[in-house]
């Protein structure tokens, strides 16, 4: 059973335009939930993360939304820029494990 | 500060070889953790560690061994390749101590391709 799900696979957005990605999870009893930036061939960075206490967390251009009675949570990416074109990942956990979302490749036209 | 150093980068391994992959990490972290890297299926959780001495299985240890006997080094041991064991692993670190020492900080990947 796949604990994290994520949508879309793949994006592309104008310089400018906002980048929205969201990820769904099943276990109730998660309470850590982060996204990672990952450009190729390197590993995921974090970029920005949230705990359910809370219905929004935003850092510069990037925003987590966060839905607990849904079990829902999205990403949005103000002004996207070129540079942020990589692959995201969702991921949900707690103490000690993490599962991770598929992942969404995103590309930002200039 | 090198924070997580995987060794080696690339691998290329006959059906049947075995190796090991090494993770070291110089934050004091307590937790690590070994991920595969698929198309399309994300980043998979194989095994991860609490502290060192134990371990713990993930989503997909079939085929996988690890040993943690020092606190910054994690080995991932595969007995006998096999060409579905194709992939980019990850291995990561972290604190646990709740808050912001949750987060996870990932190596640079060994890409091994069994042929």
């Known amino acids: 059973q796949q604990q994290v799900k994520q949508s879309p696979q793949s994006l592309i957005v104008q310089k400018g335009g906002i980048s929205i990605i969201n990820c769904a999870y099943e276990?109730?009893?998660?309470?850590?939930f982060p996204w990672y930036q990952q450009f190729p061939g390197k590993g995921p960075a974090l970029l920005i993360a949230?705990?359910?206490?809370?219905s929004e967390k935003k850092e510069g251009r990037f925003t987590i939304s966060f839905n607990k009675s849904a079990k829902q949570f999205s990403l949005h990416i103000m002004d996207s820029q070129p540079g942020d074109s990589a692959t995201y990942f969702c991921?949900?956990?707690?103490?000690?494990?993490?599962?991770f979302g598929s992942g969404t490749k995103l590309n930002v036209k200039p | 500060n090198a924070g997580v150093t995987q060794t080696p980068k690339f691998q290329v391994l006959k059906t049947g070889q075995s190796m090991t992959l090494q993770c070291a990490q110089d934050?004091?972290?307590?937790?690590m953790y070994w991920y595969r890297q698929d198309p399309g299926m994300g980043l998979r959780l194989i095994y991860y560690s609490a502290s060192e001495g134990t371990t713990d299985k993930g989503e997909v240890p079939d085929g996988y061994n690890v040993s943690r006997l020092k606190k910054q080094n994690f080995l991932l041991g595969l007995e006998s390749a096999a060409p579905s064991q194709t992939s980019v692993y990850f291995c990561?670190?972290?604190?646990?101590?709740?808050?912001?020492?949750?987060?996870?900080?990932f190596g640079q990947g060994t890409r091994l391709t069994v042929v």
């Open positions: 990561a670190s972290s604190y646990d101590l709740g808050g912001d020492g949750t987060e996870a900080f």
């Open positions: 991921a949900a956990g707690g103490f000690n494990k993490f599962y």
């Open positions: 949230i705990r359910p206490d809370v």
């Open positions: 276990n109730t009893a998660f309470d850590y």
């Open positions: 934050m004091n972290h307590n937790s």
